[in-house]
């Protein structure tokens, strides 16, 4: 499809025709006004988010990705020490305080703030800049690539479509919704690494117990001293480096791009999806 | 991000705008006096290459990257935000932060900030200009400053440097949209809160995030030299002048600080109030703004 415009400046007059195949004629589309056309193309529909958390720090063009941020602290979290098909009421539930650093999460919201894709990074510090290094944490529930395995999170009736209930859901998934030992893609990885704090320990039922309970000894200090593992799509070796890109870096602006390129390739908008929005706008004004 | 390539319906129809332009060059050869030419921009967008076309300029381009930049063009991100962001408007071009309280250094110049002698207006203010004859004018205080409420307004987007910026007090966080802002004591603050940067206005350098920017921003204000020009905010807590006033807050605790009954501003502004002075309605298009959206998005 081709889409030919023509924008009279003097007249504030558009006039467009299109191909709609390859050597078909054009057809004429209806002169229209230029400035209609720009506020069709452009609305100010973008709404007020209302009063924000203290967290986020960055919103996305169409508001339906957020990054948000939590400083240190110690977070408590369930585990059930086996895959979540074979948990019954015999399954061993270990709970821990763990040390946390500084954590980013990203967040690709539905029209109802309800949270599709979360995924979960960890810093020593706080973020400033674009160039700022974020990396892997060894988290039950997270793929590889640092994105949560959403489990299923019933929407309960206090939570209201907004980005600030949004984000308390968003949250909720990372660390109030149980884990077990389903997916242990970061936490393995990570393990093998000695971290954090040279940590180690087999990657069974118990190992995982030891180690989130040495864990537990740390201090926050010593947390935030880690040298924690770069983030990456995929375990080297893998076989799918070839089919899915990696990020360019682990800056947060690479890996804001990796997110919304994997979520949303092309941002959401193909050239043909250009030419039929505009068409489209050609025809409703 | 121009190039050529060779799918063929896409030839085609930069063969036509060749000839187009070849024709209309030789027109004006003919007559080149006569004919006033007037370049109206011609966009023809494909699936591959699209081109942007305007008298003699063509601009051939990746589709894809055309396609991209027409979407980042129809609205802007947020930048990375300052941390402890309550508000941010929807056009994006005004945001709120909050600062927690905080023991601050600063300096006072009992002094006009409009000269460096004795004035009629620093009399006039009562701001205890003399001091300055007994070249003692300058005092530093260490002071508890509350909970601030910051607005900055960024009219031409928020990649630039801030227009304007506002602060107002509160005696604890924010808690919602409904909740009250007050006077902050201080100097070189208009009766509505807005700040008056003299010549330290802080400007945004091009490599500075949005954070970064902010954060400096608030730190030259509470480092900047203050004086006792504009001293409306401070006025309202009556009856001192302004070395006084600093005086006396100094000697207070965060906690007495943070007891403080602060002033209302228009019986009662609230966050909220503040907020939708700046959610104005867009401005209506003109006969220009199509041309210079498709131009953008080529040139980007």
């Not at chain 1, 508001?63 to 110690?74: A, K």
């Not at chain 2, 004006?28 to 921009?41: E, L, M």
Request: aromatic share 12%; charged share 20%.
């Amino acid at each position: 499809m081709k889409l030919k415009l023509t924008i009279d400046e003097l007249s504030g007059i558009v006039s467009s025709s299109v191909q709609y195949m390859p050597r078909a004629e054009y057809v004429q589309l209806p002169d229209k006004k230029s400035s209609e056309l720009y506020e069709y193309l452009n609305p100010n529909n973008s709404s007020d988010l209302g009063f924000l958390p203290p967290a986020v720090r960055w919103i996305s063009n169409t508001q339906r990705m957020v990054v948000f941020e939590r400083p240190p602290g110690i977070q408590y979290v369930e585990v059930a020490l086996d895959a979540k098909d074979n948990i019954n009421k015999w399954t061993k539930i270990e709970s821990f305080n763990l040390p946390i650093p500084w954590t980013l999460y990203f967040v690709l919201f539905d029209e109802n703030f309800n949270p599709v894709v979360v995924s979960v990074y960890c810093r020593n510090e706080p973020l400033y800049d674009w160039g700022d290094k974020l990396y892997m944490l060894p988290m039950l529930n997270l793929y590889f690539n640092s994105r949560l395995c959403n489990p299923v999170f019933e929407k309960f009736e206090m939570f209201e479509n907004n980005l600030i209930s949004g984000i308390q859901q968003a949250y909720n998934m990372v660390w109030n919704s149980g884990w077990n030992l389903d997916l242990k893609d970061t936490v393995t990885h990570c393990m093998s690494r000695g971290i954090p704090a040279g940590l180690s320990a087999s990657h069974n039922r118990d190992g995982m117990s030891i180690y989130f309970k040495n864990w537990e000894k740390l201090s926050i200090l010593e947390i935030l001293e880690t040298q924690w593992e770069v983030p990456r799509a995929f375990e080297n070796g893998s076989g799918l480096e070839e089919c899915s890109p990696e990020p360019k870096t682990n800056t947060f602006r690479d890996l804001l791009d990796h997110f919304t390129d994997t979520i949303i390739p092309n941002n959401g908008i193909t050239t043909r999806e250009m030419m039929v929005k505009i068409i489209n706008g050609i025809s409703v004004i | 991000m121009s190039q050529m390539h060779d799918n063929e319906s896409d030839t085609i129809i930069l063969d036509s705008i060749l000839n187009e332009l070849n024709q209309d060059t030789e027109d004006h050869q003919s007559d080149s006096i006569a004919v006033k030419h007037t370049p109206f921009p011609e966009i023809t967008l494909a699936e591959s290459v699209s081109t942007y076309h305007i008298g003699t300029h063509i601009v051939t381009s990746d589709s894809i990257a055309v396609s991209k930049n027409f979407f980042k063009k129809t609205a802007t991100d947020s930048n990375i935000l300052p941390p402890v962001t309550r508000w941010v408007s929807s056009d994006m071009k005004a945001i709120a932060v909050e600062r927690q309280p905080a023991n601050i250094t600063i300096k006072y110049v009992d002094i006009c900030g409009e000269t460096t002698e004795y004035c009629e207006e620093c009399e006039m203010h009562g701001c205890g200009c003399d001091y300055f004859d007994n070249d003692n004018n300058e005092f530093i205080f260490n002071i508890n400053v509350p909970w601030t409420v910051w607005f900055f307004e960024f009219s031409d987007g928020i990649n630039k440097s801030f227009n304007s910026a506002s602060v107002f007090a509160r005696n604890s966080a924010l808690t919602s949209m409904d909740d009250e802002l007050f006077y902050l004591p201080i100097t070189n603050l208009f009766p509505d809160g807005k700040v008056c940067w003299g010549s330290s206005h802080p400007t945004r350098s091009s490599h500075s995030t949005l954070s970064s920017y902010i954060m400096h921003s608030i730190n030259v204000f509470w480092t900047d030299d203050f004086n006792n020009d504009l001293t409306s905010c401070m006025d309202v807590y009556g009856g001192y002048t302004c070395d006084q006033m600093f005086e006396s807050w100094s000697h207070k605790t965060m906690e007495e600080v943070l007891d403080t009954e602060f002033q209302s501003i228009d019986n009662g502004l609230t966050f909220s109030n503040v907020c939708s002075l700046y959610n104005t309605k867009k401005e209506p298009a003109t006969n220009y703004h199509l041309s210079q959206f498709f131009k953008d998005i080529f040139a980007e």
